[in-house]
């Protein structure tokens, strides 16, 4: 933060899930603590801290319709490149999240989809642990929609999507994080759609997908 500031480079915190946490300590945002450091401004945060979420993740996919945290000239020249891009976001889409926020709806909501999913992330970690090969590995999230799955070294995560797709279960081959290639043989599974039945199914059908890779490309556990 220091040398940011120093050098003038602003820092953009894309948080869109922030408020899904299970477990484990809380982790302030950035922008929390900048604001901290450089002090209060009239009522305006003068910090070098971009901040980004959405309430897509909270609320609704499809209102499409997030928030952003900046200091005042920066906020003034996002508005005039969101005017140029497409005017304003649905005038129905803020005033449906203004009431819902408006008399702590929305904070109730939260902590019912936090239960909702940290159910569903453990089930889906609990079927991991049964049903997938030994040479898997995998991530045991605190928060958020997803977790990160790791095949052995040589293995593609996106021919274990063709099989998969076959048997109607479905995740992001992880090649597509990775900037600067690699990550073929890793992959994102999310948690937070499915019910914990859908889950336990997908999940067993995917193990068989796995196993099956690796006893053809001689992997398999003895």
């Known amino acids: 933060q220091g040398l940011a500031d120093k050098y003038g480079v602003p820092i953009v915190e894309d948080d869109p899930y922030g ?19 450089h ?16 309430f897509s993740k909270l609320l609704a996919p499809g209102l499409r319709l997030a928030w952003v945290i900046a200091p005042p000239e920066v906020i003034r020249r996002l508005v005039m490149a969101k005017q140029a891009a497409d005017l304003h976001t649905a005038s129905f889409n803020q005033y449906v999240a203004h009431e819902v926020a408006k008399d702590g709806f929305l904070d109730e909501h939260v902590k019912y989809i ?19 090969p030994p040479e898997m590995q995998w991530t045991r999230p605190q928060g ?4 990160w799955g790791i095949m ?8 274990a999507l063709k099989i998969a797709i076959e048997r109607k279960v479905a995740f992001v081959p992880g090649a597509a994080f990775h900037a600067t290639g690699g990550g073929a043989n890793t992959m994102r ?6 019910s914990p039945d859908t889950i ?6 995917m193990g068989g997908v796995l196993k ?5 490309n001689g992997n398999g556990h003895k």
């Open 19 to 37: 408020q899904l946490r299970y477990e484990g300590e809380h982790i302030r945002s950035v922008v929390s603590l900048d604001s901290e450091f």
């Open 39 to 54: 002090g209060p401004n009239g009522g305006h945060y003068s910090g070098n801290v971009i901040y980004l979420s959405t």
């Open 114 to 132: 936090r239960q909702v999913y940290k159910e569903r992330r453990d089930t889906m970690l609990e079927m991991m642990d049964e049903m997938f």
């Open 144 to 147: 958020g929609m997803f977790l």
């Open 152 to 159: 052995p070294e040589g293995m593609d995560a996106a021919d």
């Open 189 to 194: 599974i999310n948690f937070s759609y499915s």
């Open 200 to 205: 336990r199914e997908g999940i067993t059908r």
């Open 212 to 216: 099956e890779l690796l006893h053809k």
